[in-house]
């Protein structure tokens, strides 16, 4: 009862969904499943771009969410897991130029 009363809480519609349903949820531009794929995928994308020596961590990792964002139609097309996809996907954004 006191969740519902904190204007603070933010129901998490998605926690339990897998990486595949937020992806077609995410080519329907949902907000809150590209929330859950990012608290999820986050840590791991951070790696990468500490990895690939991003110049700005912050933006690199920005910048990946933005390419799964805007390829997330894609991914049914690929025979790859969500989870591959994503990172390959967040790691070809994170190369240079």
Do not use: K
């Not at 329907?28 to 990012?38: G, K, S, T, W």
């Not at 969410?65 to 990172?87: G, K, N, V, Y």
């Amino acid at each position: 009862m006191a969740a519902a009363l904190d204007p603070d809480f933010l129901p998490m519609p998605w926690v339990g969904g897998s990486d595949a349903e937020l992806l077609c949820a995410l080519a329907l531009r949902d907000e809150d499943a590209l929330r859950e794929l990012h608290r999820r995928y986050a840590p791991a994308v951070y790696a990468l771009a500490h990895r690939t020596q991003v110049a700005n961590l912050d933006q690199g990792v920005q910048d990946a969410f933005l390419a799964i964002w805007r390829h997330a139609e894609c991914h049914s097309r690929s025979c790859l897991d969500a989870r591959t996809w994503m990172l390959i996907l967040a790691h070809r954004s994170l190369r240079p130029a």
